[in-house]
């Protein structure tokens, strides 16, 4: 079996895989986004009518907007079109980083070509030609469409408590703890201290307490406190900007 998995190492030490979406999912995945933009089109135009001309000519800019602007959206805020998150799909940078506007902005506006000369053929054609699936869009905007692992059970974060990092973190910085924590279940202990005195600049300790700050970060970053509530997102969510407390005990 051809094994199209992209395997990628952060500056932390931390490895992980992604495996690309095959133009099934993907063609599933956009059929429901073009529903779902036309039933809103058509919802609006039907409100609009009462205005004759005008309306109509108010309808055409909706529809402009959610045929270009309506990935870009979800994307960048979402990671996904809902079409994508029912298809358990995720847009990311090559090396795994949360894509950005002007990289998601690029892969949609370039779908202009990807449909050309009809039904995506030219689009469909790219994708078949090389092993990560990309469309034109893709290949110019260094972006991927992979599959989103959902955690079944985060249990590398059973350790009590939340830490807040001592320094600001890059997005992909973020992401690397999260990614750490979520594989240290099944890393040996040795493995798990080797990866975590890596960042000792970061959390200042040693082995087995370096995991467990690690650990706490990582459910910092989550905008979680501890609980048995799994984790579904796979990408280094973006950092709460506060702490939820415990309520306080009534008297």
């Known amino acids: ?22 133009p099934l999912s ?4 956009y059929m429901a986004d073009f529903f779902i933009r036309l039933g809103v089109v058509l919802a609006c135009m039907i409100v609009l009518s009462i205005l004759g001309e005008a309306g109509y000519g108010i309808g055409l800019i909706i529809y402009f907007v959610l045929e270009w602007f309506y990935p870009v959206l979800f994307e960048v805020y979402r990671g996904a079109t809902p079409g994508k998150k029912w298809m358990n799909l995720i847009v990311v940078h090559d090396d795994g980083a949360p894509i950005t506007f002007s990289s998601s902005l690029l892969r949609n506006l370039l779908r202009a070509a990807d449909i050309l000369p009809v039904f995506y053929a030219l689009g469909l054609v790219s994708m078949m030609c090389n092993k990560q699936f990309k469309r034109l869009g893709d290949i110019a905007a260094g972006t991927v469409v992979v599959r989103a692992r959902r955690a079944e059970a985060l249990t590398a974060l059973a350790e009590p408590g939340v830490r807040a990092p001592s ?22 202990q040795a493995r798990r201290q080797e990866l ?56």
């Open 1 to 22: 079996m051809l094994d199209t998995s992209i395997a990628i190492e952060t500056p932390e030490g931390v490895d992980f895989d992604l495996t690309p979406a095959g």
């Open 26 to 29: 993907r063609a599933l995945a």
């Open 167 to 188: 320094v600001p973190l890059k997005p992909e910085e973020q992401k690397a703890i999260v990614q750490f924590a979520q594989r240290a279940g099944v890393l040996s």
């Open 196 to 251: 975590a005195n890596i960042l000792e600049p970061l959390h200042h300790e040693k082995d087995e307490a370096a995991v467990v700050n690690l650990n706490q970060m990582a459910n910092y970053l989550l905008g979680k406190t501890p609980g048995p509530e799994p984790v579904q997102e796979p990408f280094a969510p973006e950092p709460s900007s506060s702490i939820a407390q415990p309520p306080e005990e009534r008297q």
